[in-house]
């Protein structure tokens, strides 16, 4: 594996994770990889990236406080594309 392929956005993971929690409030949209797909793009677009190689090294260097402004920023950003997909896609 190249460096390259070791590169990541360390929030991918949170936001998938927030995904599937939202879903028992999004029935419609389980097993519908295409319109998760455009969720956890919506809301990876509304947060700041942060490339890593090795999640341990990010937790490493947040604070605590950084820890849940990154929680809240996610969710906030989960919750609105969940919003702008039902509006564009009522089920």
């Keep these: 594996m190249s460096v390259l392929e070791q590169i990541h956005n360390h929030h991918e993971g949170e936001v998938v994770e927030a995904i599937a ?14 319109v998760l797909g455009d969720i956890a793009c919506l809301a990876l ?8 190689r090795h999640s341990v090294d990010y937790a490493f260097y947040r604070s605590e406080q ?16 969940f919003a702008f997909v039902t ?3 009522p089920r």
């Excluded at 677009?45 to 890593?52: A, D, E, G, S, T």
């Design 21 to 34: 929690r939202h879903l028992k409030d999004h029935p419609g949209f389980a097993g519908d990889a295409d």
């Design 45 to 52: 677009n509304r947060l700041p990236p942060r490339y890593i």
């Design 66 to 81: 950084e820890r849940l402004e990154t929680a809240r920023a996610i969710e906030e950003a989960v919750q609105y594309a």
């Design 87 to 89: 509006r564009r896609e």
